[in-house]
């Protein structure tokens, strides 16, 4: 089997989630759990890049992403069709990451596990999902236009900081 097509690699890794991976489900009758069927899960694959940091145990480069969420809302992370990480209660950055097409190496995947803090979830999340989307525009589309992007966001989140110091001078 060819491990360089995205096809191939959607099927193994897909297959393995259901089968072994992702948390199993309750069973309609009876205490018994079953594993998850295909068409419970939402399935996303797509190209990434790794610059200098690693994939998975050693590897390096670019892999098909494909990313498999369950019906108990666990995520598996396979990069090519090996499993990188999985996630038991991923967070909204990983969600927002997965938006962009740019989620973190196995190394780092303990920063999508659990809730988040109080901050994050109070912060919009359409907001980030747009901007996550910006991200990989600039990325995909034109590089050398993300510091100007980057100058426009600062500019518009310094509005925010005029407003606050406003608000405390006005109190």
Not at 3 to 8: F, I, T, V
Not at 39 to 49: A, H, I, K, R, T
């Amino acid at each position: 089997m060819n491990r360089s097509d995205p096809l191939d690699n959607l099927s193994i890794a897909l297959s393995c989630a259901v089968g072994l991976d992702l948390l199993a489900v309750a069973a309609r009758r009876g205490a018994a759990e079953r594993r998850p069927r295909r068409d419970e899960c939402e399935v996303y694959l797509f190209p990434q890049g790794f610059a200098g940091a690693p994939l998975a145990e050693g590897a390096s480069g670019t892999a098909d992403t494909v990313v498999v969420v369950g019906p108990r809302a666990d995520a598996c992370v396979y990069f090519g069709a090996d499993l990188a990480y999985h996630l038991e209660r991923p967070n909204r950055r990983f969600f927002l990451d997965l938006a962009a097409r740019d989620l973190r190496p196995a190394s780092q995947a303990a920063c999508y596990e659990g809730m988040d803090d109080d901050s994050i979830q109070s912060a919009s999340i359409a907001m980030e999902t747009d901007l996550a989307h910006l991200l990989a525009a600039v990325r995909a589309g034109d590089p050398a236009s993300g510091p100007w992007v980057a100058k426009l966001l600062r500019d518009f989140a310094s509005r925010f900081d005029t407003t606050r110091r406003a608000e405390v001078c006005a109190a």
